[in-house]
């Protein structure tokens, strides 16, 4: 089992960076695929973007290619989301989540963070 905690959530003008942190408790952090999703007020939760245990895979939901980066430092038990180019249409609560499957669905993930508050302003 792991438990997740995100951080690293702000306010950001439009244009702005960000970078999430999702820090992971427990020995085997690094044999769970992880994603980070999010869910804006009064729309479902959507996928954002997955990695693979090692690293060596990463998948994005399209709007977000080339502006997000997903990467794990498994010695720190932790994944980051770097977000540039942030629009206000990226403000959400983001949540990072592992899993037993790499996916883009929120039913290949079992363990879940408790959100961290991204705001865009334009």
């Known amino acids: 089992q792991v438990q997740l905690v995100e951080s690293g959530g702000s306010l950001v003008q439009a244009g702005g960076s960000l970078r999430l942190s999702c820090a992971g408790s427990?020995?085997?952090?690094?044999?769970?695929?992880m994603a980070w999703f999010r869910q804006a007020p009064g729309k479902e939760r959507e996928f954002v973007a997955a990695?693979?245990?090692?690293?060596?895979?990463?998948y994005y939901a399209n709007s977000m290619k080339g502006r997000f980066t997903i990467s794990r430092d498994n010695a720190k038990n932790t994944v980051y989301l770097q977000m540039n180019s942030l629009k206000p249409e990226d403000t959400a609560v983001y949540y990072c989540?592992?899993?037993?499957?790499?996916?883009?669905?929120?039913?290949?993930?079992?363990?879940w963070g408790q959100g961290t508050q991204v705001t865009v302003s334009s």
């Open positions: 989540a592992a899993g037993d499957r790499l996916g883009a669905t929120s039913l290949a993930y079992h363990y």
């Open positions: 427990g020995r085997t952090f690094s044999s769970y695929p």
């Open positions: 990695i693979s245990s090692s690293g060596a895979n990463t």
